[in-house]
């Protein structure tokens, strides 16, 4: 079960991160996060490909209150729609000042976590709407 307020916890952090240790330092804990927490993930991934993939996010952001997300797969890639981000409808709804770089967590820890399962992530757009596409590297769509 998601629990929204954990986004207030998450954007405080990455903050205190920042200011404390600057873009790269904030960079740098994304990219362990990606490899380190997700690794049971990424062997998911590398297992299965795609439908792993497909798998994942859906039941993913059909646990996360307040968002409108589609996630589609394709011949050759999973991509995730999402009209309405959970986390930052709900740090706007409760009036809380979005940490600048809060989206790029998204692709930075994607990407981190899906390199050694040899898939590649692009993310487009941000705060509150973006495209992520999952590809199996050298069959990009």
Known sequence: ?????????INATFRWIHANWGEEGLRAYWEAMGR???????ERFRAGGLDAVYHYWRDFFATEPGGD??????AKAVTI?????PAIRHLREHG????????????????????????VVEVEG?????????ALKGDQP
Do not use: N, W
């Open 36 to 42: 380190e927490h997700y690794a049971e993930v990424t």
């Open 126 to 134: 941000g705060m509150g709407c973006c495209r992520q596409t999952f």
């Open 81 to 85: 729609e999402v009209r309405k981000c």
């Open 69 to 74: 997300v589609c996630v589609q797969q394709g």
């Open 96 to 119: 809380r000042e979005i940490m600048p770089l809060y989206c790029d967590h998204c692709r930075v820890v994607s990407q981190a976590m899906c390199e050694g399962a040899g898939i």
């Open 1 to 9: 079960m998601a629990a929204p307020d954990f986004y207030f916890a």
